[in-house]
Nanobody, 122 residues
């Protein structure tokens, strides 16, 4: 089973930048796709961005123009570069698959890791 490990979070002032990393190899349900998600205190986990095996990228509206997802195949790592961070970006960031790209409609996420905390505050 694919296990993904997130890193790179921290405390950052509004307007600052961070790059998160998601390390791990392999497909889930036969599909290679990686998604970033975040969960703010008291809120449900929400999708942020995804990247597919052919390099197609998609972003949630709050991330468009500020967050950029990429991958380094040699390092089996997916990145989320975040610019112009805002207090509302605070939360625990996770990576996982994106079930919307699975061919099996019953297939679901892989195991969730511990995530990496991002705190945007002055």
């Amino acid at each position: 089973q694919v296990q993904l490990v997130e890193s790179g979070g921290g405390l950052i002032q509004p307007g600052g930048s961070l790059r998160l990393s998601c390390a791990g190899s392999g497909t889930m349900h036969g599909v290679w796709v990686r998604g970033w998600y975040r969960q703010a205190p008291g809120n449900q986990r929400e999708w942020v961005a995804s990247i597919t095996e052919n390099g197609s990228k998609n972003y949630a509206d709050p991330a468009k123009g500020r967050f950029f997802i990429s991958r380094d195949n040699a390092k089996d790592t997916v990145y989320l570069q975040m610019y112009n961070l805002r207090p509302e970006d605070t939360g625990v960031y996770y990576c996982n698959a994106d079930p919307r790209y699975f061919t099996d409609p019953a297939a679901d996420f892989g195991p969730w890791g511990q995530g990496t905390q991002v705190t945007v505050s002055s």
